[in-house]
């Protein structure tokens, strides 16, 4: 009987195969390591990557919101700066200030940057304000702005007191240098007329100043039209025509009223009392007449629709001759229509006319003539000041009607720009 026993390999051989096997596993121990560390390293990475992205998201939110509030102060009327790189304003864990740049033009440059943790971003912008005050110049016409010889417009702030020449001779000096002048056409100056401010033709016009006559401040033209708004007339139920008789006196109650034809015949006087809003068609002072309005309680509003008719020695003026507390509103369209007679003040050279208040005409071609002053703004189709005629620009008017009322703001240009920060950018 024959057993038969299994063969067995030679000794050499089972050790170079266990050597093998010890070789393969320390292969594969040492791959899996690397492996490990290899997915260890790139969760790292991926986390920090992923936080780095979270951090520079959360900096632009950061950066728009700065805009954000950066326009809103600009649309009523501050710089739009907020804060400083030196002191940023906190927002939540991160912080960021907006610097602002006043390119001219009515043009300003706005960069807000935040900074979270270690990420960091910056948006710009450039922004146009279009002025939704009407009461930015002292002379405006939209087709065009005519000044004769020794015309004059300056400026001066009801709020700090009543208008004085520099020297108090009583000729003609200049109280204040912010008389602006405006147009969105030409603007043509004759001999010996004066700005004391800036004369800024409109987009692609021109300023014509002839022989001596002055501009203190820029002639450069605007980068945009200015928007005439239309004039909405209250609809009110009317009352007939209101005359007050020469060398009497009336008053009129404050509230809403409406007359066909208003007059103040030669030497009348009449108050209103405000606030109030008068609508009539006709609107005539006769010379040496007064009318006096009483805003201790609120301005008024006189809209005009036809003929608006101010002769010689005439005064208008609130109580206390605030521009603020008077503004007439023209309807008149005497350059489509020349039947309709739209005059500032009719008279001879040594007139004595006054008006303390505002004047906006959006279709009406308007003459100053002689002599007359105006304190306050004036804005019609067509501004014509003829020779000795002053306008006193109020600036009270800007600040104080500004503040009631946000700029419309355009967005020129608008940008993410580059951060750096310690030589790193994002």
């Keep these: 009987m024959r057993i038969f026993l299994p063969s067995r390999a030679p000794r050499g051989l089972d050790r170079s195969r266990r050597g093998v096997s010890l070789v393969l596993v320390v292969f594969a121990v040492t791959a899996v390591g690397v ?5 260890v390293t790139l969760n790292a990475l991926s986390l920090r990557e992923s936080r780095a992205s979270r951090e520079r998201l959360a900096a632009q939110y950061v950066a728009e919101a700065g805009m954000a509030l950066a326009y809103r102060d600009l649309a009523d009327g501050g710089t739009g700066a907020i804060a400083s790189e030196q002191n940023p304003r906190p927002y939540g864990p991160a912080s960021f200030w907006v610097e ?28 146009r304000r279009n002025q939704s005050n009407l009461w ?31 020297n108090g001779s009583g000729n003609d ?93 030669t030497g009348a006087t009449l108050t209103i009392t405000g606030p109030a809003t008068i609508v009539m068609n006709d609107f005539t002072m006769d010379s040496n007449s007064e009318l006096r309005v009483d805003a201790s309680l609120g301005p008024v509003d006189i809209y005009v629709i036809d003929d608006y008719v101010i002769n010689s020695n005439t005064l208008i003026a609130s109580t206390t001759y605030d521009p603020l507390d008077l503004r007439f509103y023209l309807e008149s369209d005497n350059v489509l229509d020349p039947a309709i007679y739209v005059d500032v003040d009719e008279v001879d050279f040594d007139s004595n006319a006054q008006l303390y208040g505002t004047i906006y005409a959006p279709n009406a071609s308007i003459d100053i003539n002689s002599n007359f002053e105006l ?25 104080a009607t500004q503040s009631s009322a946000q700029a419309d703001l355009v967005t020129m240009s608008w940008q993410v720009a580059p951060y750096r920060a310690m030589g790193i950018t994002h």
């Design 35 to 39: 492996l490990a560390v290899s997915l």
């Design 100 to 127: 602002s740049v006043d390119l001219g033009g009515n043009l300003t440059s706005l960069t807000a940057t935040s900074l979270d943790d270690r990420s960091g971003a910056r948006v710009q912008a450039v922004l």
């Design 136 to 166: 930015a110049w002292g002379a405006f016409g939209d087709e065009g702005l005519t000044m004769d010889s020794n015309a004059m417009v300056d400026s001066y702030n009801s709020s700090l007191g009543p208008y004085a020449d520099v």
């Design 173 to 265: 000096t200049y109280a204040s240098s912010n008389g602006d002048v405006g147009s969105n056409g030409d603007i043509t100056l004759s001999q010996n007329s004066t700005v004391h401010g800036d004369a800024t033709p409109g987009v692609g016009g021109t300023i014509s100043v002839l022989g001596n006559a002055t501009v203190t401040g820029s002639t450069v033209s605007a980068t945009a039209p200015f928007d005439m708004p239309p004039l909405d007339v209250p609809s009110l139920p009317s009352s007939g025509p209101l005359t007050i008789a020469g060398g009497t006196t009336g008053t009129l109650a404050s509230g809403d009223h409406r007359f066909t034809n208003f007059e103040l015949e």
């Design 375 to 399: 304190f306050g703004a004036i804005v019609a189709r067509r501004v014509h000041l003829d020779s000795n005629s002053k306008i006193h620009f109020d600036e009270n008017l800007l600040t």
